[in-house]
Nanobody
């Protein structure tokens, strides 16, 4: 079993930036696909971005394209989500999730491990 810990959330003004990190407990994380999801108050959890095990393929939700970038450093067992041009609507708890198959998926039900989440709050 792999443990995931998100960090980097906080309070930021609209138009600002944050970088979230998802750190894993073991080096096998380098073989996992990793996704970022978010959940705002009163809303369902939704897909944000995903990266495959090599980092060579990424996908993004339409509402973050051009603003967010997912990347990974397998030597550090860490995946990042760089968030630029943040909007009030981006306010949510952000979760990372790992899929041992490594391909990457947008579907929450296909992920095997989840972190505890990190709060991102964007003020307007």
């Amino acid at each position: 079993q792999v443990q995931l810990v998100e960090s980097g959330g906080g309070l930021v003004q609209a138009g600002g930036s944050l970088r979230l990190s998802c750190a894993a407990s073991e080096r096998t994380f380098s073989n996992y696909g990793v996704g970022w999801f978010r959940q705002a108050p009163g809303k369902r959890r939704e897909f944000v971005a995903v990266i495959n095990w090599t980092g060579g393929r990424t996908s993004y939700a339409d509402f973050v394209k051009g603003r967010f970038t997912i990347s990974r450093d397998n030597a550090k067992n860490t995946v990042y989500l760089q968030m630029n041009s943040l909007k009030f609507e981006d306010t949510a708890i952000y979760y990372c999730a790992a899929d041992y198959r490594g391909i990457g998926t947008t579907l929450m039900t296909e992920y095997d491990y989840w972190g505890q989440g990190t709060q991102v709050t964007v003020s307007s």
